[in-house]
């Protein structure tokens, strides 16, 4: 069968789309700016020089997780906690039109006043939505462990609030599930809300696409480049 030879390269032209349009990123995840790659780098610099010094690893991610369009820069430092969470020098760096803006993530005490707190992040996969942040994060106790999903959500300081939370505990030896709590922050304090409701939002969120990094030198070129 002889083949219309416009429609032979219509065809040719419509698999290089497809092909294309599969290879290409998410929206989210556009080329860095020169000045920001700059900013990034001499913060991963300076962090890079903490690993030799501090009983802890320091590794980052560049990933967009306000969905703004412009990929930012999350630090944590892995291995002081059990948990694998953030020490103290976990921070995330929000992406501002060419102006990285330190961040800062709040929870909720049993006052509703708002903490900073330093280990908000674990070296796992992160998911988002609009503003919205969820770190999952797992804590040890003596006679049972808790799996956690916080939730946080982005103001326009790029400050992170604590939005909601899942909490589940379990036995250590039977694994039992010995509690399921769903709550959310209304003016500022934490009310117990359904399971229901909980997965109801969390449903929308989406893996970030991005992955945790330790920091070296090696790396830190190879983000630089692909960014």
């Known amino acids: 069968m002889i083949v219309n030879k416009k429609i032979e390269a219509f065809i040719i032209i419509l698999i290089i789309a497809i092909l294309t349009v599969g290879s290409l990123?998410?929206?989210?995840?556009?080329?860095?700016?020169?000045?920001?790659?700059?900013?990034?780098?001499?913060?991963?610099?300076?962090?890079?020089?903490?690993?030799?010094?501090?009983?802890?690893?320091?590794?980052?991610?560049?990933?967009?997780?306000?969905?703004?369009?412009?990929?930012?820069?999350?630090?944590?430092?892995?291995?002081?906690?059990?948990?694998?969470?953030?020490?103290?020098?976990?921070?995330?760096?929000?992406?501002?039109?060419?102006?990285?803006?330190?961040?800062?993530?709040?929870?909720?005490?049993?006052?509703?006043?708002?903490?900073?707190?330093?280990?908000?992040?674990?070296?796992?996969?992160?998911?988002?939505?609009?503003?919205?942040?969820?770190?999952?994060?797992?804590?040890?106790?003596?006679?049972?462990?808790?799996?956690?999903?916080?939730?946080?959500?982005?103001?326009?300081k790029g400050n992170f609030k604590l939005a909601y939370r899942r909490s589940i505990g379990h036995k250590l030896d039977t694994d039992e599930v010995t509690y399921d709590i769903c709550e959310k922050a209304v003016n500022g304090k934490l009310t117990e809300v359904s399971v229901e409701e909980y997965e109801k939002f969390a449903v929308k969120f989406k893996k970030v696409n991005s992955n945790w990094r330790k920091v070296t030198k090696e790396n830190i070129k190879k983000a630089m480049e692909k960014s």
């Open 25 to 156: 990123e998410p929206i989210f995840a556009k080329n860095l700016t020169k000045s920001v790659k700059e900013q990034y780098v001499k913060i991963l610099k300076e962090n890079l020089s903490k690993s030799v010094e501090e009983p802890y690893t320091p590794y980052f991610m560049i990933a967009d997780i306000n969905n703004d369009g412009n990929k930012d820069l999350l630090i944590g430092g892995f291995g002081r906690y059990y948990d694998d969470r953030s020490s103290d020098i976990g921070a995330v760096y929000i992406n501002k039109k060419n102006k990285v803006v330190k961040g800062k993530f709040y929870t909720n005490n049993d006052e509703g006043e708002q903490t900073v707190i330093d280990d908000a992040m674990s070296r796992t996969e992160y998911e988002c939505y609009k503003n919205y942040l969820l770190i999952p994060a797992s804590h040890l106790f003596p006679s049972y462990y808790g799996d956690y999903w916080n939730i946080f959500k982005a103001d326009k």
